[in-house]
């Protein structure tokens, strides 16, 4: 194989090897099931219990305080159903965005069809919600606010500390989707009135099919998985050992060098942008360009279409991610992008790179030495760039 | 999720370009859709002497163009006509279902550039009698 480089960690990320070596031991000489009473039961528990404390420092909160799931989905859709089915009582109103991620969405628009009404705030061309939207959405039914730390596709992060108040103020349940926030931006749920908080593990180099939910002391919500004594009731099943083991491992890394690799990303992202801001023409960058994730790049190539542009680039050994229809599936661009206002045939033309710790600058340095090369042959191709060659545009 | 036929003509497509003064040229998709694709033809004693295409869209969407134009090619009108989106797929050796429209889209930029030709030539032509080059006939997918 040629080079190779890497640049889609918001999709997912290689798990590091101190998570791995982490992990070893509980698929084989510590294989106990943490109900059993027994010294190999007690070896899972009180790995479970090391984990269950990590997970809780990274966010700021107690350890009791953090459920495991098997990752950010399910957290999601626990955090929603839960919350609606049991305050339903006190209202059915719920608050979330337009630029949620499928796991938020598509569990509102199940509960739109079972009783429940759902408000999807509009948000700004950088992707920010408006925080006067959010105060007149409130009605005496509102029962939860579920808002995004931050954006998967664009990176754009939300006032989430003023949400938080706003949530506070008005005795509404507060959750928030931090999956792409975790280990990226600083998080102190206490700090932030965030009730709420679904996070997973394979976004901050560790394991797949671990993830958690932060629920709140005091905060009323049903159990999402019956049938055992797990998760203290809440969450039944046998633990996923090595899962919460290694998720701890990488939440305790992430809050280690969370300075260091904020300061590192971001230095490479704007190496990224501005060299393509540079070097070729017809570019958006989609997404707040001070309020985003640190490793998130996210930009629109005019008179192309992103599938082709991954194409080319995956023959070259760059793996990135686009918001157009055919990487998806569906004939129409990624949600996002259409809550942003980008127009259909502009948001087909997207690229989302997002770099991660084992990035370095000659990966980036590589890009920029092939990407105008491929946007340029892909619109040599597009009829739509006919008219613009002349400086007709 | 690509035949090697589809990569081989997106990486190497062949006859991408323009015709000057083109004897027929149809434009076909739309952006919003995300594809458009646009067929010029030089037209000899009824045969398609030269085809040139010009693709905006996945890469189903550029091969399907390219393998479409190597099958008019030095081709006669009556035997371009008759070029369906199936025996587009077929050249490629397949196309994923979801990529079936392109195939669509194919046939019809050709059906498109001839229809012009025939318009600007004043002739009818077999095959083409109840064509309409407005119909959008994006993601007409029934039509395998």
Redesign the interface.
Known sequence: MNKRVYLDYSATTPVKKEVLDAMYPYFDEKFGNASSIYSYGREAKQAIDLGRQNVARLIGAQADEIYFTAGGSEADNWAIKGIAYANKEKGNHIITTKIEHHAVLHVCEYLEKNGFEVTYLDVDEDGLIDLEDLKKAITDQTILISIMFANNEIGTIQPIEEIGKIAKENKIYFHTDAVQALGNVEIDVKKLNIDLMSVSAHKIYGPKGIGALYIKKGVKIHSFIHGGAQEKRRRAGTENTSGIIGFGKACELALENMDNHIEKLIKLREKLINGIIEKIDYVRINGHREKRLPGNANIVFE??????LL?SLD?VGIAGSSG???TS?S?D?SHVLMAIGL???IA?GSLRLTIGDFTTEEDIDYVLEQLPKIVERLR?????Y?NVKGGQK | MYTEKVMDHFTNPRNVGEIENADGVGQVGNAKCGDIMKIYLKVENDIIEDVKFKTFGCGSAIASSSIATEMIKGKSIKDAIKVTNKAVVEALEGLPPQKIHCSVLAEQAIKSALYDYAQKHNIQLEGLEDFDPNEDHHHDEEAE
Do not use: V
Not at chain 1, 303 to 308: D, L, N, P, Q, T
Not at chain 1, 380 to 384: D, W
């Open positions: 008179f192309i279409e992103g599938e082709s194409l023959l157009s229809a055919c599936g004939l661009p127009p259909h045939e087909h040599q191709m597009s009829p739509l006919e």
